[in-house]
């Protein structure tokens, strides 16, 4: 299982510790069917990625429009200029929904019977690979959406032209680009801080309450441990050095942070419990040990996307941490 080490003197107590490599792992026969699946998917995210960090809205048109109600021409400029970003929204918005599709592949494969989450992580690197790779776009695409107030200004400005037009039983070039239903769904997609890392808690809740057969611990142990692969990574410079790749420990940080919130979204009590599965004190730390500019959107994902971080069973060491 040449790849995957076991990290010998590390363990606590139900938490096993694995050096995964998130660079070089290649699909068996086995894991071929849904790793193409999914990799057709993922061919697409860097292009998304790159789309996203390049978007830089109608701000100036739409201030323009409003400042001159009267200027007709002002007005269809702005609307002309906001129509192919809307486009571009709603592209983002349908790859959420074929990212959602791949997560639930990669979940029923790496919980399937009758492996434990364990066993398939040490089967099917490829996959496990995979599923950081999702994970890594997702955070990386809601940091970019943070920063970037011009979506939902964008986005709200489309939606109120089209409203004044249909109550001036008006038609303009470009209406058709987003339906109201589509419309209705995009904005409640746009309207989450973080779009992406929503549409994958939900996805991994609805996978744990569809599949009644399968014990939940299932799909929380994988997400555990792959928080601990992670961590264990970071935090050994033994392990550390075997990264060829400059950005593996960005790529590393941002997967651990996303299975912290599925695991936390998914599992009945949360991340943060005494009884969790992850070491989240261990998991702050080394996140905290990295620049402050690289990390400090990733601590705010666990500080304002977590679903248990101010129940009362969280210690107050943990919460001192994340402040």
């Not at 402050?292 to 994902?301: I, P, Q, T, Y």
Request: hydrophobic residues 40%; contains cysteine; proline residues 4%.
């Amino acid at each position: 299982m040449g790849n995957l080490i076991k990290v010998l003197g590390k363990d606590l107590e139900n938490c096993p510790h694995f050096f995964l490599d998130f660079e070089n792992a290649q699909p068996t026969e086995a894991e071929t069917a849904v790793w193409n699946q999914v990799s057709a998917v993922l061919e697409e995210a860097h292009g998304i990625l790159a789309e996203l960090q390049s978007y830089n809205g109608a701000g100036q048109e739409i201030r323009e429009a409003i400042q001159n109600p009267g200027d007709l021409q002002l007005q269809e400029k702005a609307w002309n200029a906001v129509c192919p970003l809307v486009a571009k929204l709603k592209r983002f918005y349908e790859f959420s929904l074929r990212l959602e599709n791949a997560l639930r592949s990669l979940l029923e494969a790496l919980t399937s019977p009758p492996y434990a989450p364990m066993q398939h992580l040490e089967r099917e690197q490829a996959l496990a690979k995979q599923f950081a790779e999702i994970l890594h776009f997702t955070l990386s695409f809601d940091e970019l959406k943070m920063t970037n107030p011009a979506i939902q200004n964008d986005f709200s400005y489309y939606r109120r032209t089209l409203s004044r037009n249909r109550l001036n039983n008006q038609q303009l070039e470009g209406e058709n680009e987003v339906n109201n239903e589509m419309a209705n769904r995009m904005s409640l997609f746009y309207a989450e801080a973080t779009p992406m890392l929503k549409t994958l808690s939900n996805a991994t809740t609805k996978f744990v309450s569809e599949n009644k057969t399968l014990p939940i611990e299932d799909t929380t142990d994988c997400l555990s441990t792959m928080a601990c692969v992670c961590r264990v990574m970071l935090e050994t410079p033994e392990y550390r050095c075997r990264f060829t790749n400059t950005d593996t420990m960005l790529f590393c940080m941002r997967v651990m942070v996303g299975v912290i919130i599925l695991y936390d979204h998914v599992h009945p009590v949360g991340a943060f419990a005494k009884t969790s599965k992850i070491d989240m004190k261990g998991c702050i730390k080394v996140l905290k040990e990295q620049p402050s500019n690289s990390v400090e959107g990733l601590l705010n994902a666990l500080r304002y996307t977590t679903r248990h971080l101010n129940d009362d069973s969280t210690s107050k060491q943990i919460r001192a941490l994340l402040q």
